[in-house]
């Protein structure tokens, strides 16, 4: 004999079934350059993204192991215990212990798991190098940023040069792979972030606070960068590149800042209207 599910039990499986169609559709072309593996992450530029990423990948474990057993418990509630004729009143039951210990209890220890787990992983990605090779500058000002590269050896350890842009302009920071660099963050105006998609990570740029972040970059390539706080009417444009490259062509790009005048730390378009104590203008009308 076949078994027929009533109507509201046929209802739910196929809002349930719409549902995850619908969400897995609409997440295609969001990940559709990357690897499936990978559960929508980049592959990661620096020594500090495996430690995001396994992070992320257990996070999906844990979720899909609880929507299981979630879903389980639910369409087997549905099924076992519905009601099998229109007098059939079911059994009402109240203060049951058992279960409600197990709803109180499971979720903290699940809450206390991920805090342990994610505290770790901080911990670890934002542990800092003490003597690194490189230390950069950077200031996210409305609406680009500015990349300051201090006294650095390819320069002989005495000059330090910038790179700065415009919307318009997007600047470009270079790195060395596989040498350790530290950034240093700050903001002459409003809050930013300093977003790398590549790095698994990002942090705030916060006027009146230095925030700073140690890594090595350890793939070569070209990435996007960009800010990640609404910071204004130009926020969508505030980006820039990013180029991991070797040594010898780090060393030739800061000679090439060196010899177009670009020395000393720079605010960008934002050091002169805040020395004279002005309000932050477009990049348009500087």
């Known amino acids: 004999m076949s078994l027929q599910l009533p109507k509201r039990v046929r209802r739910v499986a196929l809002f349930v079934v719409l549902a995850a169609s619908a969400l897995a559709l609409s997440s295609c072309s969001a990940v559709a350059d990357q690897h499936i593996t990978r559960l929508g992450m980049p592959e990661g530029a620096t020594d500090r993204a495996p430690l995001i990423y396994h992070l992320w990948i257990g996070a999906w474990i844990a979720a899909i192991l609880v929507g299981v057993l979630v879903w389980g418990l639910i369409f087997y509630a549905?099924?076992?215990?519905?009601?099998?004729?229109?007098?059939?009143?079911?059994?009402?039951?109240?203060?049951?212990?058992?279960?409600?210990?197990?709803?109180?209890?499971?979720?903290?220890?699940?809450?206390?798991?991920?805090?342990?787990?994610?505290?770790?992983?901080?911990?670890?990605?934002?542990?800092?190098?003490?003597?690194?090779?490189?230390?950069?500058?950077?200031?996210?000002?409305?609406?680009?940023?500015?990349?300051n590269y201090v006294k650095d050896d390819a320069l002989g350890g005495q000059t330090t040069v910038y790179s700065t842009g415009t919307p318009a302009q997007?600047?470009?920071?270079?790195?060395?792979?596989?040498?350790?660099?530290?950034?240093?963050?700050?903001?002459?105006?409003?809050?930013?972030?300093?977003?790398?998609?590549?790095?698994?990570?990002?942090?705030d740029v916060i006027p009146g606070r230095h925030n700073h972040f140690s890594f090595t970059p350890t793939r070569v390539g070209t990435y996007d960068g960009r800010c990640a706080e609404l910071c204004g009417v130009y926020h969508s444009r505030m980006l820039f590149n990013l180029k991991i490259v070797s040594h010898d062509k780090y060393a030739a790009y800061l000679q090439h800042l060196q010899a177009m005048g670009n020395t000393g730390l720079s605010l960008g378009g934002s050091q002169a209207r805040h020395e004279a104590g002005l309000l932050p203008v477009t990049r348009e009308t500087e």
């Open 78 to 147: 549905a099924i076992h215990f519905r009601r099998r004729n229109d007098d059939e009143v079911p059994v009402q039951i109240r203060y049951h212990l058992p279960i409600e210990i197990l709803y109180t209890v499971a979720p903290i220890i699940m809450v206390v798991v991920f805090f342990f787990f994610t505290v770790k992983t901080q911990d670890a990605v934002l542990a800092t190098v003490k003597q690194p090779d490189h230390t950069i500058d950077v200031v996210g000002q409305q609406w680009a940023w500015t990349f």
């Open 170 to 203: 997007p600047t470009t920071l270079v790195l060395p792979v596989n040498e350790t660099v530290r950034v240093n963050l700050s903001s002459p105006d409003v809050i930013h972030s300093f977003w790398v998609p590549a790095f698994l990570f990002k942090m």
